[in-house]
């Protein structure tokens, strides 16, 4: 775990704020969905099924998952270069929480905003 998440710096919060650090950005979610769902995928067909990430963007987030323990980056020695990526035992732990995101984006994206914060609790 990243040092900014031990103790005694750690507040009551920590353990979302962790989580949420691991797994936050705009795109390492969708990456390890993914990786779940598809198995071992190489770079240009995790970037196939993300159209909106930039591939700047998809590589810094791997690499990111990658240094954090989440997924396992395997390079090829051929020509030209073979690099696949897959989900760790760590990041296999991941799949009830990504399965449950999955599952809320499912029954919320397509709700109606309240028209007034005081609907909301109604």
Not at 66 to 89: Q, W
Request: charged share 20%; aromatic share 8%; with cysteine.
């Amino acid at each position: 775990m990243p040092p900014r998440f031990q103790e005694p710096y750690c507040s009551p919060g920590c353990p979302v704020e962790a989580a949420l650090g691991f797994i936050g950005g705009k795109w390492k979610g969708i990456a390890l969905y993914h990786l779940l769902t598809a198995g071992t995928l190489r770079f240009n067909e995790i970037r196939r099924r993300m159209p909106g990430a930039t591939q700047r963007m998809l590589t810094n987030q791997l690499r990111e998952l990658e240094a954090d323990g989440l997924i396992v980056r395997v390079v090829y020695a051929e020509v030209p270069p073979r690099v696949e990526y897959s989900l760790s035992a760590k990041g296999r732990t991941l799949e009830p929480v990504i399965m449950a995101l999955k599952a809320w984006g499912e029954a919320h994206a397509r709700m109606p905003a309240p028209a007034h914060p005081s609907e909301e609790a109604a």
